[in-house]
């Protein structure tokens, strides 16, 4: 009976023991998420690619452009060395010329003049002749000097040629160690069978020229065009008071094709650009400044997942965003910006209000504001300047 009761025991144990592996450590077909460190160094890493390769793509354009300068130039030098022949032929000529017949045959003709309207012009004669020598000597000399001008400017630019080569190679020397870097990551995932970072890695891989396309066009998008969508007056502040909605900003992003799935939002915390496709999310803050807004990013979510501040810093790091609003009203600046539920606040003030407040030449009657609120804000501000 002791003895049937330590086989169970031992059978028992036997059957724990091979079970408790699987327990503990997870099928070879099940896959093992990446770290969010993991992901972000590939991400990095694929912006630091992208950067390597745009630099050496603007190198390889450098080079073409000064190889074709120097074509030009050498098309210069040679068109300067045939003229220089036949200037030092004709200087060669006056030299032996004037050698020939000396000082004393230009005395000699005006000595034998035989009347004073002869020695006049026997001295225009001589003068000319001197003249047209001292210009070959001019002219030769000139020609030299730019033609030694040309040839510095060929070999300073195949001088930049070569450096520009040879940052090239560096370049892509760096290219293949970032590349290595990035697949022996992307291996460590698909050895863990780690399907989804993958297909994130290539998502972002895809997705990333467009993302630095609004970045490097945000600036330049027509803020002008966005007039504000209502607007009033504080009379006893001496202020304009405008606020600009997301729609209308959303809708000055859309006039770039490249851009028409984007859509700007605003909120009190923050104001954020989204994307569809690619699906991404850059958030940041506002601020005022020499009458510009500029957007600060602090946050970008890409699919889902925040890059963290790494990544983000690496990619908006050559850029600046910001809004170039139009100046609404002739001696008004941007004093302030906040951010509202859909809507900016700008708070616009009158230049050295508290000096010049009733002078009614202050206020130009002309207010080059298009659209709806043109003739309200007019008066108002007419109103302003009389009230004060």
């Known amino acids: 009976m002791t003895s049937r009761k330590g086989l169970v025991r031992l059978s028992s144990i036997i059957l724990l023991a091979t079970l408790l592996p699987l327990a503990v450590w997870p099928a070879s077909s099940q896959s093992l998420a990446a770290t969010p460190g993991e992901l972000q160094e590939i991400m990095l890493l694929e912006v630091r690619l992208q950067e390597a390769r745009h630099h050496l793509a603007e190198l390889n354009a450098g080079v073409v452009e000064l190889e074709g300068q120097v074509q030009a130039a050498r098309r210069e030098t040679g068109a300067l060395q045939a003229g220089l022949i036949g200037q030092r032929q004709q200087l060669q000529k006056w030299l032996i010329f004037t050698y020939r017949h000396g000082f004393m045959s230009y005395m000699e003709v005006l000595v034998g003049a035989s009347s004073y309207a002869d020695f006049i012009s026997r001295w225009y004669l001589l003068t000319a002749l001197l003249n047209y020598g001292t210009k070959l000597v001019k002219d030769t000399a000139a020609t030299v000097a730019e033609l030694q001008e040309k040839q510095a400017e060929v070999e300073a630019r195949l001088q930049a040629i070569v450096e520009k080569r040879r940052e090239a190679q560096k370049t892509l020397a760096g290219i293949e160690d970032l590349l290595e870097q990035k697949q022996a990551a992307l291996a460590r995932a698909e050895a863990r069978g780690d399907q989804a970072t993958t297909e994130m890695a290539r998502s972002w891989e895809n997705e990333l020229p467009d993302l630095q396309y609004l970045l490097s066009h945000f600036s330049q998008l027509p803020w002008q065009s966005v007039e504000p969508d209502a607007a009033q007056v504080d009379y006893q502040h001496l202020r304009v008071l405008a606020t600009v909605t997301a729609a209308s900003l959303t809708r000055a992003m859309a006039t770039d094709a490249h851009l028409a799935r984007m859509e700007l939002e605003i909120t009190p915390e923050g104001v954020t650009i989204r994307g569809h496709a690619p699906d991404f999310a850059l958030t940041g803050q506002v601020s005022a400044l020499d009458n510009?807004?500029?957007?600060?990013?602090?946050?970008?979510?890409?699919?889902?997942?925040?890059?963290?501040?790494?990544?983000?810093?690496?990619?908006?790091?050559?850029?600046?965003?910001?809004?170039?609003?139009?100046?609404?009203?002739?001696?008004?600046?941007l004093e302030s910006i906040r951010q509202g539920q859909g809507y900016f606040l700008l708070t616009l003030t009158f230049q050295g209000a508290d000096s010049r407040a009733g002078d009614q030449s202050f206020i130009t009657p002309t207010i080059p504001f298009p659209g709806k609120n043109r003739t309200k804000l007019k008066l108002a501000i007419g109103r302003v300047s009389e009230e004060s």
């Open 292 to 333: 510009r807004v500029y957007l600060n990013p602090f946050r970008l979510v890409f699919a889902g997942v925040d890059v963290g501040p790494e990544v983000m810093a690496a990619i908006v790091a050559d850029y600046q965003l910001y809004f170039a609003f139009p100046q609404v009203f002739p001696g008004l600046r």
